[in-house]
Structure formats: C-alpha cells, structure tokens
C-alpha cells in the first residue's frame, strides 16, 4: 500500500488542522499531504456507456437529473468514505471508497456482517419482547440509582479513548504529509439498484429493478479533488471496466447522512 494511501483517511477531527499548525511552525501546506475532506462534496458524473444503456431501456428524458456521485462521510471507523452513486435511468447505489482493495474487502465484509446482524438481532427482540416487559420496572429503578456514577466514568472513559485516538490520527497524519506524490486513487464498490428489461407475456417491454453490486476505481487529478477519471463493473448490464468521468459541482464538510449497505 502506497503511503498517502495508508494515512489517506486520518483527519476526521477539526483540532488536528491546529496542532499540526503548532508543530509545522505554521508552514503552508500548499502541494503537500492530502486530506480526505476534500472528497466530500457532489460531482457531475458523465457516463457515455450509462447514457446507451439507458436509452435503450427507453429511460432518457430530456429533464431528467444528471448522474452524480454524492461523497458525504467517512466510515465509522474512518478506514473508507461513504457515498451514494446515481447513474440516471440504469443504476442507483450505495459507494464505498477506499485507499486499498484490502481494505475495500475489509469494509465491505464489516457492513454486510453488521447487516446480516442487526436482523438476527431485530429477530431475537421480538422473541424476547415478553420477557424485557416483565422485569423491566426493576432494571429502571436500578439503573437510575447508579447513573451519576455512570455517567462521570462514562465521561472520563470518553475523554480517554478521544485523546488516544486524537494521538494516534496525528502522528499517521505526520507521516502521510512526508509522503504525497501522486494522485489520490480509490477503489470502489457499490450495492443498489440496477434497471434491466423484459418482455412480458403480452409482448411489451417492462422495467424490472434488480439488486446487484459491482466494483470499479477512481483516480482523481490532484489534492484538490476537482475531477476525477475512472471505471466501473456491473454483470447485470454486461458493463466491464465502462468508463466514467466527474467534476466536483459543490464542495462540502462532511455530513451524518444516513448509509445503508442492502
């Protein structure tokens, strides 16, 4: 893995632009490390293959939206950034990009097993709903009583694992900025919504969705996230390697937008 590549995801705190000030002697960082939060923001896709196939599904209207790619959050544990992908009229999808295909298989296997866990879970509340019901009133009473002694742990606890994790993001932030030559390059994979057609008994052509997931990359042509040029897979519509292009339309902080991998 490529330095810029291992630290590519370190920034997530505001207060990490001041102690690098302090430490750097104020030097400016024009053309040095990259930071991830130039990525978020919304950029114009242009497709010429999606354009085909969407034509051919009888889906191009002349005011319909322009395919986009919506780069909004980093992931919870800040390994990889979180998007949503429209590719007007043929797909539209959940993204998830990272510095590596290691770590891409990685992310990918932690949502899809989050995924398959929240429905055992979803299954075993409604089984046990009787149950939590009946010696519920005891648990209140007894969690009340110890809530100011929780909460003053829970508050040194926080303020621990925050300065340690502030800590640790610095100093791999300090060794990506001694290390960035080339141009920011992501590998991808989306989950969503594929549109294919079908003929009906009856002889008309009929829109069928269908869930599907395929990879691709993007490299984009400088620190600055401007632009990027890359490729993308889906089986569905037989597209291998298709390429794609964006621009950065809007610029953006990083947003809790909700991200579901299904």
Known sequence: MDDWQEAVFTRRHVHNSSRKSNAGGGRGRRGGGFEVKKAFGNYEIKCPTAIKTSSELGRNKRNAASPTL????????????????????????????????????????????????????????????????????????????????????????????????????????QQFEKNSFRSPKFWFQWKGQVMTSSTTPDGHAAEIPKVDSGRGYIVFSGNDCRSFKGTITCDTLNWKDVSLSGWKQVSMSERDVPFAWN
């Not at 995924?115 to 019901?133: A, M, T």
């Not at 925050?162 to 610095?170: L, T, V």
């Open 70 to 173: 919506d780069v909004f959050r980093l992931s919870e544990d800040g390994k990889g950034l979180l998007g949503y992908l429209s590719l007007t009229g043929t797909l539209e999808a959940s993204i998830i990009l990272t510095g590596s295909r290691k770590v891409l298989e990685h992310l990918v296997s932690q949502f899809e097993n989050e995924q398959e866990s929240e429905i055992d879970l979803d299954k075993d509340e409604d089984k046990g709903s009787y149950d939590k019901g009946q010696d519920g009133s005891v648990h209140d009473s007894t969690h009340q009583a110890e809530d100011p002694l929780t909460s003053d742990d829970q508050e040194n606890a926080d303020q621990s694992a925050d300065e340690h994790q502030e800590d640790k993001e610095y100093i791999r932030f």
